[in-house]
């Protein structure tokens, strides 16, 4: 339902998806040169602890999103000791160039075709992809402020439109924030406060809206992901609204706090397996399937909305997962035929088949060589 409004708005789903047919790595990470030539099936990386695995995956996510994977700051991905990294991407068929630059300093930079992009975010569907990474866990163990932001990223790939919302909004509630703690000190008229409050009002009702549509959307096969996962425990999502009122009537009491109380950056994503938070009850293993499980519907809806399959990103995806969540995780996420990466310590940790059927590709020490 989201979807088709969104497409239709924005002609998202007419930008054609092609799958990564070259990655080229500068001072990235632990990289200072690679070149690699991913197939358009499965890849696989495998290789030890600390030899660049995840830092691989975090170079894609960069190039399809641009933006690293969750945690990371952008100074943290350039390489020890260089003042800048580079990770270009190559699209296969329309060869189209996505390129991102590091720099110490400065904001980071997203150019297509070496023509420089006003921000790095309107790299955004050009290589859609869904990735999981360790630092995913926190959407389900984590504060408020990782489920929002889990809302954020993946609604943004799929809505421009949801992202200019998310843009001004998040620029009023600075200004608004900024005169509250000024009007701590001296008075500040009502008018003063009434563009910034009037912005946040109407752009977070859609953010709200948005985010109700897209839970609900998610909540069916995020469920059914997580029955086939997790061995019929259910999983159930929530959008909890904290605060239904209107921020102009918080205006006084949040003078006093120096910050805004009402309003979509303080909601949640309610997410509970089997009856319970699983924010507090899940164990490891629970909550590991239910991050996943709400990747495989974003996944799921990605595919719905762009017509095609989303690169999916998965970086050590099987720890903590017994036997039989690990083989019905392969079944769920490599029958697709979109373009896979799958890291690994060690290649026959994900099955003899898929062995045959994948490029591998191993690391040891920033340096990836083909198997
Ligand atoms: N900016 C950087 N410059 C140089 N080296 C870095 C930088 N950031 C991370 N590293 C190093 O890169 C190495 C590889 O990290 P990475 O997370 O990619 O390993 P991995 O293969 O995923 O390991 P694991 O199996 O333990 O997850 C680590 O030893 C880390 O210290
Ligand atoms: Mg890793």
Request: proline share 3%; hydrophobic share 35%; aromatic share 6%.
């Given at each position: ?250 205006r006084a009491i949040d003078i006093q706090r120096g910050s805004t109380s009402v309003g979509p950056h303080r909601d949640d994503l309610v997410i509970r397996v089997a009856g319970q938070e ?15 499980a709400l990747k495989l519907a974003v996944l799921a809806a990605a595919e719905r909305h762009f017509k095609q399959s989303p690169v999916l990103l998965l970086d050590d995806v099987f720890s ?52």
């Open positions: 339902m989201m979807s088709r409004d969104l497409s239709e708005e924005e002609g998202v789903g007419k930008v054609p998806l092609l799958f990564l047919s070259r990655l080229s790595l500068t001072d990235f990470r632990i990289y200072d040169q690679l070149e690699l030539e991913p197939s358009p099936g499965l890849n696989l990386v495998a290789g030890p602890n600390a030899q660049g695995k995840t830092s691989l995956i975090e170079a894609l996510a960069l190039v399809s999103t641009g933006r690293l994977l969750r945690g990371s700051k952008d100074v943290q991905a350039i390489r020890h000791g260089c003042e800048t990294a580079s990770v270009e991407g190559i699209l296969g068929q329309s060869l189209t160039r996505l390129t991102v630059e590091l720099r110490r300093g400065t904001r980071k930079r997203a150019l297509l075709n070496g023509m420089g992009l006003p921000r790095p975010s309107d790299l955004l569907g050009r290589l859609p992809s869904v990735s999981f990474s360790a630092t995913d866990l926190e959407i389900v163990s984590g504060e408020p402020q990782d489920r929002r932001q889990f809302l954020d990223w993946e609604i943004a790939q799929l809505s421009p439109a949801y992202l200019r919302h998310l843009t001004v909004y998040k620029r009023a509630l600075e200004q608004r924030n900024a005169l509250l703690r000024q009007a701590q000190d001296t008075p500040v008229s009502a008018s003063v406060f009434e563009p910034w409050e009037s912005q946040l009002s109407d752009h977070g009702g859609a953010l709200r809206e948005t985010r109700t549509a897209w839970i609900d959307e998610l909540s069916r096969d995020a469920a059914e992901a997580h029955a086939r996962l997790g061995g019929g425990e259910e999983l159930c999502l929530q959008y909890d609204i904290r605060d239904e009122g209107d921020v102009r009537s918080s699983a924010r507090y009850f899940a164990s490891q293993g629970q909550q590991r399937t239910a991050v996943i903590d997962l017994d036997r039989s969540r690990r083989s019905q995780l392969m079944e769920l996420t490599l029958g697709r035929g979109g373009q896979v990466f799958l890291t690994c310590t060690e290649a026959d940790q994900v099955g003899f088949e898929l062995i045959e059927s994948s490029t591998i590709f191993q690391v040891e020490s920033g340096r990836v060589s083909r198997r």
